[in-house]
């Protein structure tokens, strides 16, 4: 059964303390890897997308990675405003359209 | 450029009621979806539209339904509303070409009493 983990549920960091958020996954035939940043009260916002293993993609304090049965999403230096709820997502194995959802890692990040 | 748009934002029903919640995007896309998001859950799938004229069911259609207005334009409707429907909906839409980068609108919370 295709499946998407996501850990910690939650992470509580102080500005300018690094980690790593993980996301594991369980798909046949992997088509991509999407990560998302989601604000309270706000729509999931797109930040990347990979594609195949050894991948990486930077932006700003984020890099996302890619193994072949996990991604983590690198967080260098936060700050308050990186405080977000971060999913990630895999294209289900036998559709173009649907994506199988991790439940989130919320993060918190104190000034 | 608006993006993806929903109404309303907030709704708050009766069992047994019924309502449409409105979802248009304004980027051209083919590919419109319907989600619903729980605490502690991933957003699932409850219809899709991968193109105009078409509709499918995803992972938790039971209790909705859908329609693909236009290009533009996919909305979704309760029926009779159940307490187990309590969420917040969102829409998205992509390209359609492959399983491509969703854009989503602000969302509709819905509480059912």
């Known amino acids: 059964e295709d499946q998407v983990t996501q850990s910690p549920e939650a992470l509580r960091l102080q500005e300018g303390e690094s980690s790593s958020l993980n996301c594991s996954y369980t798909v046949s035939g992997l088509r991509g890897l999407f990560w998302y940043r989601q604000d309270p009260g706000k729509g999931p916002e797109f930040l990347f997308t990979?594609?195949?293993?050894?991948e990486e993609k930077e932006k700003e304090r984020l890099k996302a990675t890619l193994t072949k049965k996990e991604s983590f999403l690198h967080i260098t230096a936060p700050k308050p405003e990186d405080s977000a709820t971060y999913l990630c997502?895999?294209?289900?194995?036998?559709?173009?359209?649907?994506?199988?959802w991790g439940a989130g890692t919320k993060l918190i990040i104190k000034p | 450029n608006a993006g993806v748009t929903q109404t309303p934002k907030f709704q708050v029903l009766k069992t047994g009621q019924s309502m449409t919640l409105q979802c248009a995007q304004d980027m051209n896309h083919n590919s419109m979806y319907w989600y619903r998001q729980d605490p502690g859950m991933g957003l699932r799938l409850i219809y899709y539209?991968?193109?105009?004229?078409?509709?499918d069911k995803g992972e938790v259609p039971n209790g909705y339904n859908v329609s693909r207005l236009n290009k533009r334009e996919f909305s979704l409707r309760l029926e009779s509303a159940a307490p187990s429907q309590t969420s917040v909906y969102f829409c998205?839409?992509?390209?359609?070409?492959?399983?491509?980068?969703?854009?989503f609108g602000p969302g509709t919370r819905l509480t059912v009493l």
């Open positions: 539209s991968a193109s105009e004229g078409t509709t």
């Open positions: 990979l594609y195949s293993a050894g």
């Open positions: 998205a839409s992509t390209t359609g070409t492959e399983a491509d980068t969703q854009y």
């Open positions: 997502a895999v294209p289900h194995g036998g559709s173009n359209y649907q994506l199988i």
